[in-house]
């Protein structure tokens, strides 16, 4: 498009901005700005992530019905403000700024965690409170990255932030288990690094960020049909309503809806682990930590081979992993010798760590790519409100069956319920439309 335009002489003479993004590199400022923001920032929170659901279960006697109502409502306090943070950021084009009051609100909930988190109320406080700063930052953050990359290389931006970010994800439990053998299981030790950490993260964004700059799509050739009427009636503000109903997200929508009812939290996954014998409890925040590791190593392979065989694909692929979890964890034998118990739990952390890997970062990208770039924090931010609202009533559910009937019986109905909505996401994904007229005009005049 570019050289047909700069072999005519009728046409604008090529900007500084034309010449650049042609050759635009995918890994820049932004995208490791914003890695080491989520690096800093996960081992904040994994290293409580990693003693938390123990904590609560053994010391502040939490049912498994209380574990997934906590879980469960945290999801939704986050998934409700992420529309909030997408439209303030779409509107007003100030990304970095939106994400930097999330990571500020969690930054707040780390010290009041420290603080004077001793009661069960305290802690269900912070945990919102945590959850809402998580709520505001994803979707801004996401689309800053989507912003600064050209559109054929997200599948790697997400999956090279993705690596940063597990990087700290790895790093938390295990800095949260190396503090508790120095200080004899001393918690609030914990904490207090988790709050230094977290603010290490603030500190990230707001010294390498920058926000991506939109600049008016030129218009169209005299007869041509580009999309600045389109671009026009975005450039007024991202409206979730008309999302919602768009025929390239919808497909989108109904399958994180569909994959979402059938997914159940990690934390209670290591908790089955450890209710099924397979672990003991001085192990359980390296269960964390094993799960990063492979979530690190896969997160950008996958995002490349997202790029190659179709986004979707991974995704789906990522929630058989997640399936195959369930029944591993379903059939494990109770109380099995040394040898078999660390083999089916080596098993799970892997197939878990897989799903996470094909999963987060894999499905920014499949909005990205159905979404124009004015609508882009919006439209993830819609698409993970589903998928944590759907998640909501799985937290609840599993609570209630696993402590009615324990985790096999649970393992078991959910791996059903997973199954049936891994085939409605399918038929649904398979339907997706290619990206709006426009879209790619968007991408084109981002510059970092």
């Given at each position: 498009m570019y050289l047909t335009e700069r072999s005519s002489p009728p046409q604008r003479p090529p900007s500084r901005l034309d010449r650049t993004d042609r050759a635009r590199p995918w890994v820049g400022s932004t995208l490791i700005g914003l890695g080491l923001t989520s690096f800093f920032t996960d081992i904040s929170s994994e290293m409580v992530a990693a003693v938390l659901p123990l904590y609560v279960v053994t010391q502040l006697g939490f049912s498994n019905v209380a574990v997934g109502l906590v879980d469960g409502v945290s999801q939704v306090c986050s998934a409700l403000l992420r529309p909030l943070g997408g439209a303030l950021a779409d509107r007003y084009r100030r990304y970095k700024e939106t994400a930097a009051a999330g990571y500020g609100l969690s930054a707040l909930a780390r010290v009041a965690l420290a603080t004077f988190a001793t009661t069960t109320t305290a802690v269900v406080g912070v945990q919102f409170v945590d959850r809402l700063g998580k709520g505001i930052r994803t979707a801004p953050r996401d689309a800053a990255i989507s912003l600064s990359t050209p559109p054929e290389a997200l599948g790697r931006a997400f999956g090279l932030h993705r690596t940063l970010d597990t990087a700290g994800a790895l790093a938390g439990p295990l800095l949260a288990f190396a503090?508790?053998?120095?200080?004899?299981?001393?918690?609030?030790?914990?904490?207090?690094?988790?709050?230094?950490?977290?603010f290490l993260g603030l500190a990230m964004l707001g010294l390498l960020v920058r926000n991506p700059v939109l600049r008016p799509a030129p218009a169209p050739a005299a007869g041509g049909t580009g999309g600045a009427g389109p671009a026009r009636r975005v450039a007024r503000g991202a409206?979730?309503?008309?999302?919602?109903?768009?025929?390239?997200?919808?497909?989108?929508?109904?399958?994180?809806?569909?994959?979402?009812?059938?997914?159940?939290?990690?934390?209670?996954?290591?908790?089955?682990?450890?209710?099924?014998?397979?672990?003991?409890?001085r192990w359980f925040p390296l269960l964390f930590a094993a799960t990063a590791v492979v979530y690190l190593l896969l997160a950008t392979p996958l995002g490349w081979l997202a790029d190659r065989v179709g986004r979707a694909r991974v995704l789906l692929a990522g929630y058989v992993a997640l399936l195959a979890v369930y029944v591993v964890l379903a059939v494990s034998p109770a109380g099995a010798a040394i040898g078999p118990r660390w083999l089916i739990a080596a098993v799970g952390l892997v197939l878990l760590g897989a799903y996470y890997a094909a999963t987060d970062g894999v499905l920014a990208a499949l909005v990205s790519s159905v979404t124009a770039a004015t609508e882009r924090t919006t439209g993830?931010?819609?698409?993970?409100?589903?998928?944590?609202?759907?998640?909501?009533?799985?937290?609840?559910?599993?609570?209630?069956?696993?402590?009615?009937?324990?985790?096999?019986?649970?393992?078991?109905?959910?791996?059903?319920?997973l199954a049936g909505g891994l085939a409605g996401a399918a038929h649904l994904l398979g339907r997706s439309r290619p990206a709006p007229a426009g879209a790619g005009r968007d991408e084109e005049e981002v510059r970092r």
């Open positions: 503090v508790l053998a120095r200080t004899r299981q001393n918690l609030h030790t914990v904490f207090v690094w988790s709050a230094l950490f977290a409206k979730v309503r008309s999302l919602v109903g768009r025929r390239e997200l919808a497909p989108i929508l109904g399958a994180s809806a569909c994959l979402g009812v059938g997914t159940v939290g990690d934390a209670f996954l290591y908790l089955a682990l450890r209710d099924r014998g397979l672990v003991a409890d993830i931010a819609v698409v993970t409100t589903v998928a944590a609202l759907a998640r909501f009533g799985a937290a609840i559910g599993f609570g209630v069956v696993s402590e009615r009937w324990g985790y096999r019986v649970a393992l078991g109905g959910f791996a059903v319920l």
